[in-house]
């Protein structure tokens, strides 16, 4: 598949994540390889939390991480050596954006599994956000926020393999002589 054909062919997953389609689209555009699509993402993405650096104030700082988040999350999708690296780094920079806009979300982890729990403690009740396949919980994060203008509380989470919960590749160990 060409590098266009796999930059259009994930636009509709990368906007309804909440990427901004015009910033989506410059990002692809200067890809002349599908193997540069994991450090493209992930520049995206340190561009963002750089913005979240100078930002003036905790909305602007905390809404710059999310975006971040979204950008790492989207460096996974394609191929990227770092994946596992760029999931964490989407989990992380949530955390910091969570801190700053909500910081009554609660990081929840367990055996094979991560994600935040958000929303009041007295909620009617909890939306368990459970992503599907290659999917990652930075790509459901404006179904979590209309579930939470609703009064409910959302867990979502990261399963086996998924998100920050993707195992590391590990460097074949070395030998001495």
Not at 33 to 61: D, I, P, T
Not at 154 to 164: K, L, N, R, S
């Amino acid at each position: 598949m060409s590098t266009a054909a796999f930059a259009d062919a994930n636009l509709t997953r990368a906007t309804g994540a909440g990427l901004d389609p015009h910033e989506y689209l410059r990002v692809t555009g200067e890809l002349t390889e599908l193997s540069g699509w994991g450090e493209a993402m992930m520049r995206a993405a340190r561009g963002h939390l750089a913005r979240a650096e100078r930002a003036g104030g905790e909305v602007s700082a905390g809404e710059h991480y999310q975006v971040a988040a979204r950008w790492f999350h989207v460096a996974t999708l394609g191929p990227n050596p770092d994946a596992a690296l760029a999931a964490e780094q989407a989990d992380a920079a949530m955390g910091r954006a969570l801190r700053l806009l909500e910081p009554g979300a609660r990081r929840i982890e367990g055996s094979g599994f991560a994600g935040w729990l958000r929303g009041p403690a007295d909620a009617a009740g909890t939306v368990v956000v459970v992503p599907g396949l290659d999917s990652g919980k930075e790509e459901f994060h404006d179904v979590s926020a209309a579930l939470l203008r609703r009064g409910l509380a959302v867990f979502a989470m990261d399963g086996p393999g998924q998100g920050c919960s993707r195992p590391r590749r590990r460097s074949p160990p070395t030998t001495t002589r």
